[in-house]
């Protein structure tokens, strides 16, 4: 297929020259950036708000939330005295510096003013994605073994506190809270304004964002508080955070790109930040950007694949002439989407690569460069990205392998939570291996070309088919269950799951629908299958592990390659 490329626009004659800024780069400069170079003083949530305030911007917009018609906005000084009360109250309920303060509710001002509020003590803060069902809520509590959990009356349910020996306090953000938790409300009103914050070490915990792979449980991913050099710096380059930006992304803090750049790098950088509370439509979305004169948005093939659907006309009915940067994340970003883009927002979609054990912006379009429409982009300055063998040898261009990044930026993880097997399964020698493949082409640019594992991509979100399947087993008519991505052209992939049944039931439309819905209601609603397929028997190998390989060729009718471990008795 012949590929379209986009020139940098002459829009904007003040943008960061790629090749310049990467042959000067050091980590070391970026950090000159922070007062803490100079008086070792360091937190997160002072970098993103209070600062701010101490250099005079205390009465800028920090934060528009809109959801619906309602609509509110916060300066960093409101923002300053709302994590300050907030600190307030997660302290005299107990937390303290280390300990792990999960957040589980839905886009809300109090979901960030908490937020920043744990982190003014030190705490490590678990955000939860608001459709987690009680398994993957209590999965995630257990093995963090989380002390504190703030989160709202139409979630608490699914808070298996009599399972969870470590987790102290419950906070309620809601009305007429009963006494069996704090009420978040009541205990805000009556806190003090002012807070002591907590000063850290550079590699103090930060944010634990629990994700998912092709085996075991979902993996507790650590970043720390050093990791804000890159979040600052990708913000400043990649977003191309400005002054009077008003800045949206899309993804909610369940994910990292909710938290890195919907939270860290934008209010680092000092830009309004935007916040939208409900789900998607079209109308929702380009509402917001003409109400709040969005300049820089950054959000997800899926998204644009769903507004590209919902046709060009409507795209008419908005302005959104405020638009002036546009970015994307989480899967790849088909030509034709960036064609369309081109075409109705007469703009570039910039897309970027990231994974959020990286913690932040590795491969992207960057602002000034030349976009091959589908390649993910070139390193961003300060990481050095290859595609290698399995054996760690680098592999010239154009050829497909493990796509590998050289293991030392400010925002890699430092940790799996207490799972240093799997931490130091990422890794061939100095490479962090990302478990995609790619290839790099003679100009440089990389090219996503799909996962090495059997990792779901759906709608943007990773999930692990071993924690679905372990749900499925689960239900009283499956015996066996092996998952696997299935290619869709609006999703990306979706989850479709073969099952074998149990004696005594058989195949109809009725059990598929209650299998559906027993995995929606007990783990989450995007990791439901929308496909299932009944078989008598399951293919597996001689030590009894589903061949997903085998069934995705079946789902493609494709060869399954090499099928001598298979057990076929
Ligand atoms: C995929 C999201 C193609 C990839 C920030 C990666 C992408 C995984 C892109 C990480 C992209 C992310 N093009 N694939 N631009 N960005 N991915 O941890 O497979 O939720 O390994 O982080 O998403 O997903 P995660």
Same mark, same amino acid.
């Given at each position: 297929?012949?590929?379209?490329?986009?020139?940098?626009?002459?829009?904007?004659?003040?943008?960061?020259?790629?090749?310049?800024?990467?042959? @000067?780069? $050091?980590?070391?400069?970026?950090?000159?950036?922070?007062?803490?170079?100079?008086?070792?003083?360091?937190? !997160?949530?002072?970098?993103?708000?209070?600062?701010?305030?101490?250099?005079?911007?205390?009465?800028?917009? %920090?934060?528009?939330?809109?959801?619906?018609? *309602?609509?509110?906005?916060?300066?960093?000084?409101?923002?300053?005295?709302?994590?300050?009360?907030?600190?307030?109250?997660?302290?005299?309920?107990?937390?303290?510096?280390?300990?792990?303060?999960?957040?589980?509710?839905?886009?809300?001002?109090?979901?960030?003013?908490?937020?920043?509020? %744990?982190?003014?003590?030190?705490?490590?803060?678990?955000?939860?994605?608001?459709?987690? !069902?009680?398994?993957?809520?209590?999965?995630?509590?257990? @093995?963090?073994?989380?002390?504190?959990?703030?989160?709202?009356?139409?979630?608490?349910?699914?808070?298996?506190?009599?399972?969870?020996?470590?987790?102290?306090?419950?906070?309620?953000?809601?009305?007429?809270?009963?006494?069996?938790?704090?009420?978040?409300?009541?205990?805000?009103?009556?806190?003090?304004?002012?807070?002591?914050?907590?000063?850290?070490?550079?590699? $103090?915990?930060?944010?634990?964002?629990?994700?998912?792979?092709?085996?075991?449980?979902?993996?507790?991913?650590?970043?720390?508080?050093?990791?804000?050099?890159?979040?600052?710096?990708?913000?400043?380059?990649?977003?191309?955070?400005?002054?009077?930006?008003?800045?949206?992304?899309? %993804?909610?803090?369940?994910?990292?790109?909710?938290?890195?750049?919907?939270?860290?790098?934008?209010?680092?950088?000092?830009?309004?930040?935007?916040?939208?509370?409900?789900?998607?439509?079209? &109308?929702?979305?380009?509402?917001?950007? &003409?109400?709040?004169?969005?300049?820089?948005?950054?959000?997800?093939?899926?998204?644009?694949?769903?507004?590209?659907?919902?046709?060009?006309?409507?795209?008419?009915?908005?302005?959104?002439?405020?638009?002036?940067?546009?970015?994307?994340?989480?899967?790849?970003?088909?030509?034709?989407?960036?064609?369309?883009?081109?075409?109705?927002?007469?703009?570039?979609?910039?897309?970027?690569?990231?994974?959020?054990?990286?913690?932040?912006?590795?491969?992207?379009?960057?602002?000034?460069?030349?976009?091959?429409?589908?390649?993910?982009?070139?390193?961003?300055?300060?990481?050095?990205?290859?595609?290698?063998?399995?054996?760690?040898?680098?592999?010239?261009?154009?050829?497909?392998?493990?796509?590998?990044?050289?293991? @030392?930026?400010?925002?890699?993880?430092?940790?799996?939570?207490?799972?240093?097997?799997?931490?130091?399964?990422?890794?061939?020698?100095?490479?962090?291996? *990302?478990?995609?493949?790619?290839?790099?082409?003679?100009?440089?640019?990389?090219?996503?070309?799909?996962?090495?594992?059997?990792?779901?991509?759906?709608?943007?979100?990773?999930?692990?088919?071993?924690?679905?399947?372990?749900?499925?087993?689960?239900?009283?008519?499956?015996?066996?269950?092996?998952?696997?991505?299935?290619?869709?052209?609006?999703?990306?992939?979706?989850?479709? %799951?073969?099952?074998?049944?149990?004696?005594?039931?058989?195949?109809?439309?009725?059990?598929?629908?209650?299998?559906?819905?027993?995995?929606?209601?007990?783990?989450?609603?995007?990791?439901?299958?929308?496909?299932?397929?009944?078989?008598?028997?399951?293919?597996?190998?001689?030590?009894?592990?589903?061949?997903?390989?085998?069934?995705?060729?079946? &789902?493609?009718?494709?060869?399954?390659?090499?099928?001598?471990?298979?057990?076929?008795?």
């Amino acid at each position: 297929m012949k590929v379209e490329v986009y020139k940098s626009t002459d829009q904007n004659p003040n943008l960061t020259n790629y090749e310049e800024t990467r042959d @000067n780069f $050091d980590w070391q400069e970026v950090e000159k950036h922070f007062s803490w170079h100079e008086t070792g003083k360091f937190n !997160m949530a002072y970098e993103c708000i209070d600062k701010h305030v101490d250099d005079g911007y205390g009465d800028k917009t %920090a934060l528009h939330y809109k959801n619906g018609d *309602s609509r509110s906005s916060y300066t960093f000084k409101d923002l300053k005295t709302a994590s300050n009360k907030a600190a307030n109250v997660l302290k005299d309920a107990g937390v303290e510096k280390g300990d792990r303060v999960f957040i589980f509710m839905a886009r809300s001002p109090e979901l960030y003013t908490s937020l920043l509020g %744990a982190l003014k003590i030190g705490a490590i803060v678990g955000p939860l994605f608001e459709a987690f !069902m009680e398994k993957a809520v209590k999965d995630r509590l257990q @093995n963090s073994e989380a002390k504190v959990i703030i989160t709202s009356p139409e979630l608490v349910g699914r808070i298996p506190v009599d399972d969870l020996p470590d987790l102290e306090k419950v906070i309620l953000v809601g009305e007429n809270v009963s006494a069996d938790y704090v009420d978040f409300k009541t205990e805000y009103e009556k806190a003090s304004d002012e807070f002591d914050i907590e000063w850290l070490d550079k590699e $103090d915990g930060l944010i634990l964002h629990y994700t998912s792979g092709s085996t075991g449980q979902p993996k507790g991913v650590l970043h720390v508080q050093y990791a804000m050099v890159q979040h600052y710096i990708s913000g400043k380059y990649v977003l191309d955070l400005k002054e009077d930006d008003v800045y949206w992304c899309t %993804a909610d803090p369940g994910w990292v790109t909710g938290t890195s750049y919907g939270i860290f790098a934008p209010w680092l950088n000092r830009a309004t930040n935007v916040v939208v509370g409900g789900r998607f439509s079209p &109308e929702a979305w380009y509402g917001a950007i &003409e109400d709040l004169n969005v300049t820089v948005w950054y959000s997800a093939p899926t998204a644009f694949r769903m507004l590209m659907g919902a046709g060009d006309e409507i795209v008419k009915k908005y302005d959104l002439s405020s638009l002036r940067h546009v970015l994307s994340v989480g899967e790849p970003l088909n030509p034709e989407v960036v064609k369309w883009g081109m075409d109705v927002y007469h703009l570039r979609i910039h897309d970027t690569w990231w994974m959020t054990e990286t913690g932040a912006h590795m491969i992207v379009n960057f602002p000034s460069m030349d976009i091959k429409g589908g390649s993910m982009g070139k390193p961003i300055p300060g990481v050095e990205a290859a595609i290698i063998d399995d054996s760690g040898n680098e592999l010239p261009v154009n050829r497909m392998g493990n796509l590998a990044l050289k293991a @030392n930026w400010p925002s890699m993880m430092r940790e799996i939570w207490k799972n240093k097997p799997k931490f130091d399964s990422y890794f061939i020698g100095e490479w962090y291996v *990302s478990g995609d493949s790619a290839y790099q082409d003679e100009d440089g640019y990389f090219w996503f070309q799909g996962r090495v594992d059997d990792v779901i991509m759906t709608a943007g979100e990773r999930v692990g088919p071993f924690e679905i399947e372990s749900k499925l087993v689960e239900h009283e008519a499956v015996q066996e269950a092996g998952v696997i991505g299935k290619p869709d052209p609006v999703r990306g992939e979706i989850v479709k %799951a073969f099952i074998s049944l149990r004696e005594g039931y058989s195949p109809s439309d009725e059990l598929k629908e209650d299998i559906r819905v027993y995995v929606k209601e007990g783990l989450a609603a995007h990791a439901a299958p929308r496909e299932i397929e009944f078989k008598d028997k399951l293919p597996k190998t001689r030590s009894g592990k589903i061949m997903r390989r085998v069934l995705k060729a079946w &789902e493609l009718n494709i060869d399954a390659g090499d099928l001598s471990s298979m057990d076929d008795d």
